[in-house]
């Protein structure tokens, strides 16, 4: 988001390699239930209207996004997560339930399981989901998910993949 509510949308020109390693790695994790964020948005829309244009958090996130555009293009997955991480955390910084004890949980697991990032999804707060990379290795990523999976609460995670083309709308007549 450039001027909120504006964004921009830019498709990537990522390699075959890391199309496939993203594939791979990419974990949806849903966080046992949907949540309604507005409420939660307002508050911190309230939070950043007081702290002004120039609150570090807001503005470190908006360069977050672009380092995390150039590592994805260079093909370098350990950095774009360590972006994740740092993101995430900004976000915690705007208020205190936008990472939810669900959430946190589940971090906690993929740090044990050497996660490459984690970021919560969207406005986070209670419920909603969050996204991980896991590590490279496809046995400690089965061993995250297993352990993420076993904790009950309507937490799971959820199979995903990348769209290549882009978002697409089809119109029946």
């Known amino acids: 988001m450039y001027s909120y509510p504006k964004s921009n949308v830019s498709k990537l020109d990522l390699s075959s390699q890391v199309e496939k390693a993203l594939n791979n790695q990419l974990c949806l994790i849903y966080l046992g239930s949907g949540h309604s964020s507005s409420a939660l948005h307002e508050e911190v829309i309230r939070f950043l209207e007081e702290k002004g244009?120039?609150?570090?958090?807001?503005?470190?996130?908006?360069?977050?996004?672009?380092?995390?555009?150039?590592?994805?293009?260079?093909?370098?997955l350990h950095s774009f997560g360590k972006i994740m991480i740092e993101n995430n955390e900004y976000q915690r910084s705007l208020h205190s339930s936008l990472i939810s004890k669900e959430a946190e949980s589940v971090i906690q697991i993929a740090k044990k399981h050497k996660a490459?990032?984690?970021?919560?999804?969207?406005?986070?707060?209670?419920?909603?989901?969050?996204?991980?990379?896991?590590?490279?290795?496809?046995?400690?990523?089965?061993?995250?998910?297993?352990?993420?999976?076993?904790?009950?609460?309507?937490?799971?995670?959820?199979?995903?993949?990348?769209?290549?083309?882009?978002f697409e709308v089809s119109i029946q007549k």
């Open 116 to 166: 490459l990032g984690w970021k919560v999804n969207g406005a986070g707060g209670e419920g909603g989901s969050l996204t991980l990379l896991s590590a490279e290795e496809e046995n400690q990523k089965t061993k995250m998910l297993k352990e993420i999976n076993s904790l009950g609460k309507g937490i799971q995670s959820i199979p995903v993949s990348l769209n290549l083309r882009g």
């Open 53 to 76: 244009s120039r609150f570090k958090p807001i503005n470190k996130m908006r360069e977050l996004a672009q380092k995390a555009k150039d590592f994805l293009i260079k093909g370098d």
